[in-house]
């Protein structure tokens, strides 16, 4: 009967401690967690007055460096595996951005893309393997090379034309600004050009460091960014190259955080456009792709729903040139940053 009490009392006793180390816990948490909002949030009590409003002001930028690039470690690596053993000597790529890429790392290619976007000057006499969708499979064999570099998005298409050939493949991602940063870092890792990779970066790491201390202290726009067909105009989202300077700048593109789209070009909604408000329009204009200038003065007289928007109003609608901004370019990444900031920062 001893015995009993006796664990009866240590059980007790177990279970108070336990419960005493919870609730002790607990308020540390909590007054960790308290100490930690009043030092670090005060900004956010102030911006909390209009709950329904979004404001997007810049703190303090991360800086940029070689050894913090921001390129994602884990894409890098995936990348890099790919990548064959053997260091090739015939390098082919349906790419422009890629071969962009070995140009600024010294390497020449024995074939390049045939494309309406301009290739490096220099690459101009390589012999040409045919568009980045549908290579000319007989000038590839005649090339006879060891390494086809491709642009990751057209992976699945161009193993279906590719199918068959004995040709060592590796894709590397183009379609972002972040992209541009990741490919090059993987390629010129890859086939030791680590000074002139390193100096392509650094001017690219400058130009993001000087545009995020601009940035400080600015309360940023809400953004549509717009591009036009042959018979429509469509919003883009944060996975357009566009959309990738404009988050990486900072701004609100409302495409995500209002729209809600999920995919890289929408159909426009009117109604919801209106009720979004954006604070600025990027027009995406090029008379080859059939987004014109006057086509869009066109759609805003047909349409006068779009006077009701306050970028109109202020006159905050900017047409932009589509060979700086609709095709991802690391040659043209500064000056699209650059370019693109004028409109946010003044």
């Known amino acids: 009967m001893k015995k009993l009490l006796v664990l009866l009392v240590v059980a007790a006793l177990t279970a108070m401690t336990a419960c005493s180390s919870t609730n002790t816990a607990d308020n540390q948490t909590k007054n960790e967690a308290a100490t930690n909002t009043a030092a670090g949030n005060e900004t956010k009590e102030a911006n909390a007055a209009e709950p329904t409003e979004t404001t997007n002001t810049t703190d303090a930028a991360e800086v940029y460096s070689l050894e913090n690039d921001g390129v994602d470690e884990a894409l890098f690596n995936e990348a890099l595996s790919q990548l064959p053993a053997t260091v090739p000597q015939r390098i082919v790529t349906t790419s422009v951005p890629l071969t962009e890429m070995l140009y600024l790392l010294g390497i020449t290619p024995v074939g390049v893309p045939t494309s309406t976007n301009p290739i490096p000057a220099a690459f101009e006499t390589i012999d040409k393997i045919g568009s980045p969708m549908a290579q000319d499979l007989e000038v590839v064999t005649k090339l006879e090379p060891d390494l086809l570099l491709g642009a990751e998005s057209l992976r699945s298409t161009l193993d279906k034309t590719l199918e068959g050939m004995d040709l060592q493949k590796a894709y590397l991602r183009t379609e972002a600004f972040e992209d541009l940063k990741l490919s090059l870092k993987v390629l010129g890792t890859y086939f030791n050009k680590k000074d002139e990779m390193n100096t392509a970066l650094t001017k690219i790491l400058d130009k993001e460091n000087e545009l995020s201390k601009l940035a400080e202290g600015k309360e940023l726009p809400s953004v549509m960014l717009v591009i036009g067909t042959s018979d429509s105009f469509m919003v883009m989202s944060e996975k357009s190259y566009l959309g990738s300077l404009v988050k990486k700048l900072g701004a609100d593109n409302i495409a995500t955080s209002v729209l809600k789209v999920t995919d890289t070009y929408s159909p426009i909604n009117m109604e919801n456009i209106v009720a979004a408000d954006p604070d600025v329009i990027l027009v995406l204009a090029s008379g080859d792709h ?23 109003t202020n006159d905050k609608i900017h047409m932009l040139d589509y060979s700086v901004f609709g095709v991802t370019s690391i040659i043209n990444a500064e000056t699209a940053l650059t370019e693109i900031a004028k409109y946010f920062y003044e």
Do not use: R, V
């Open 290 to 312: 059939g987004a014109t200038k006057d086509k869009f003065k066109k759609e805003i007289e047909k349409n006068e729903t779009w006077t009701k928007l306050s970028a109109y």
